[in-house]
C-alpha cells in the first residue's frame, strides 16, 4: 500500500527533505561530499559493500527527473556521468549501475553502485547490502583520491 496522501505530501515538501538538509554538508551520517556542481552535490556512501558506492544528487528539491527541463536533466546526467568516470578511475569497476527510485526518499538522486570481479553478475544489485564501514583513514583515502580525480576530469558539456 502507497503512501497516504497526507504523508506523501509531507515526505516531498522541501522543508521536510534530508536531502536538502545535509548534502550540501562535508560530511553527514551516510556519506561525504566529492564535489559540488552547479547543479549537484557528489558524496561516497559510508556504507562501501561496494566499494564506490556513490550518491549525485540534485542541488534543487525536485522529487522526479520529469519535473526538470531538458537542460536541467542533461545537466544531472553529466555529473552522474562525470562521477561514474571518477568512481572508476579510483576503483576500477567492471561496470556501474545506476539507480533511481525516490519513493522514500523523494528528492531526485542517482546511486551509483560499481560492481567488481568479485561480484555475482546474476545477482541484483541491492543499495542495503552490507553496511561495510572502512576504517577511517581508508575512507579519507579513498574520498581524497575521488577529490583529486574530479579535480582533474574534464566537465561534460563543457561546463
Not at 558506492?53 to 534543487?60: A, C, D, G, K, T
Not at 544531472?76 to 576500477?92: E, H, Y
Not at 553502485?113 to 577511517?136: C, E, F, K, S
Request: charged content about 20%; overall charge negative; hydrophobic content about 40%.
Amino acid at each position: 500500500m502507497w503512501w497516504s496522501d497526507g504523508e506523501w505530501e509531507a515526505m516531498t515538501a522541501a522543508e521536510q527533505c534530508g536531502m536538502c538538509a545535509d548534502a550540501h554538508l562535508p560530511t553527514n551520517d551516510h556519506s561525504t561530499l566529492i564535489a559540488t556542481t552547479s547543479t549537484s552535490h557528489v558524496r561516497l556512501a559510508r556504507n562501501q559493500h561496494h566499494a564506490g558506492y556513490s550518491l549525485v544528487i540534485l542541488r534543487e528539491h525536485v522529487v522526479d527527473m520529469s519535473e526538470l527541463p531538458p537542460e536541467q536533466l542533461a545537466r544531472f546526467w553529466a555529473d552522474v556521468q562525470r562521477a561514474a568516470r571518477v568512481i572508476d578511475g579510483v576503483f576500477r569497476s567492471k561496470k556501474i549501475d545506476y539507480l533511481v527510485m525516490g519513493h522514500r526518499m523523494p528528492h531526485l538522486h542517482c546511486h551509483l553502485l560499481p560492481q567488481h570481479a568479485t561480484d555475482d553478475p546474476l545477482r541484483n544489485v541491492n543499495i542495503a547490502d552490507g553496511p561495510t564501514y572502512l576504517p577511517p583513514d581508508a575512507f579519507d583515502a579513498a574520498i581524497a583520491a575521488l577529490q583529486r580525480m574530479w579535480e582533474s576530469s574534464e566537465p561534460p558539456l563543457g561546463r
